[in-house]
């Protein structure tokens, strides 16, 4: 069974841009995670779908939405992106609610 | 909110030597879920507790969930050199369906 695939692995974007980063979970996973990763903050909860619905939401502002579609396939938007922005995001798929994650690589966004 | 505290931040050894990290929620948890992500990769899920009291043991390394289902702990016996990395863990419950809250991660640094 191929891994969760994240696209792109790299993104350099200038404040003030959006960005869309994609998601392909593991075959059968209904659940899409999303998480950003700082070197200061460690792993923050973004949002999750689960058969493309948004069951849960992190402390993030609006500039960040996500979508997930019919295959379960997931996508991340970020809008008007600031400095601060810059991280990893991760991916992370489930069979269900709670159970185990496996995650992406992840996209690295660095915002100049 | 749910919060996750994972002590220490930082932990350095010798090789051979043993290593804990401690895992407190401020809510009772349905589960708690530990991952370890080695340098430049993404975090890879170790195991997940669900009952009161729950240890399990994984070769050289011990997991144990507490009574009250709020704190948790890993314990590395005779550290490895293969063993460096970050160890998260990640809390579930209450009305944080389909979210996973990550504590801080310990940072692992085993000399040889």
């Known amino acids: 069974k191929a891994g969760v695939t994240q696209t792109p692995r790299y993104l350099i974007k200038t404040r003030g841009q959006q960005v869309t980063l994609s998601c392909s979970p593991i075959?059968?996973?209904?659940?899409v995670s999303w998480y950003q990763q700082t070197p200061g903050q460690g792993l923050q909860f973004l949002f999750e779908?689960?058969?493309?619905?948004?069951?849960n939401k992190g402390n993030f502002p609006g500039r960040f939405s996500g979508r997930q579609f019919s295959n379960s396939r997931s996508e991340m938007n970020v809008s008007t992106l600031e400095l601060g922005d810059s991280a990893l995001y991760l991916c992370?798929?489930?069979?269900?609610?709670?159970?185990?994650?496996?995650f992406g690589s992840g996209t690295q966004l660095s915002v100049l | 909110g749910q919060q996750v505290m994972q002590i220490p931040q930082y932990q350095h050894v010798q090789e051979g030597e043993d290593f804990t990290t401690y895992c407190n929620s401020s809510?009772?948890?349905?589960?708690i879920q530990w991952y370890k992500q080695r340098p430049g990769g993404h975090p890879v899920f170790l195991i997940q507790?669900?009952?009161?009291?729950e240890v399990k043991k994984q070769k050289r390394l011990t997991f144990q969930f507490g009574e009250a289902k709020k704190n948790s702990s890993l314990h590395i016996t005779a550290t490895q050199t293969t063993d460096v990395g970050t160890y998260f863990c990640?809390?579930?419950?209450?009305?944080?369906?389909?979210?996973?809250?990550f504590g801080q991660g310990t940072i692992l640094t085993v000399h040889p």
């Open positions: 990640a809390g579930a419950g209450g009305t944080s369906y389909g979210k996973l809250t």
């Open positions: 779908y689960f058969s493309e619905t948004q069951r």
């Open positions: 075959s059968g996973h209904r659940s």
């Open positions: 507790l669900v009952k009161s009291g």
């Open positions: 992370a798929s489930s069979p269900g609610t709670n159970e185990k994650l496996f």
């Open positions: 809510t009772t948890l349905s589960n």
